[in-house]
């Protein structure tokens, strides 16, 4: 009998990322919404999107590496360091893609806050994803055949 994870595995790599994807945007952005909700009277909200940036990228290296980019065991924990250090620098540069739309947003199409978010959100899945493929989890995309 198969278990969940070999079922969930045997998805294509793209429908695992969007499932995985939605999971880690929903926790991010409630995250980003508590810590807005709950600091916004002593912090400006760029700041708070910076620190609930940090605290979901933890997160979300955890399911991409276990349930999106997976390398059926072969890993080491080498090659789990050398991949977290790789999805760390990423999300530096979806973090700043993110304040960059999110500024943007702001300035030229809502003064909202949650929608500026939620836009520069949209943008950073699509380019988290080819990021994730082709640079973060490399050793896990080269042990495996591409997904369809």
Known sequence: MRTWRSKWLRLPRQLRYLVVGGLNTGFGYSLFALSYLSL?????????????HVLAVSFS??????????????????????????????????????????????????????????????IGVLAGYWIHRHFVFQHATAAKPASP
């Open 61 to 122: 290296f955890f399911t991409h590496s276990r349930w999106v980019f997976t390398d059926t065991g072969t890993s080491t924990w080498r090659h789990v360091g050398q991949a977290w250090v790789r999805f760390q620098v990423s999300y530096l540069g979806l973090l700043g893609l993110g304040l960059i739309v999110n500024a943007m947003l702001l300035r030229y199409v809502t003064p909202s806050v949650w929608w500026a978010q939620a836009g520069a959100t949209g």
């Open 40 to 52: 916004r009277a002593w912090l400006p909200h760029m700041v708070i999107l910076v620190i609930s």
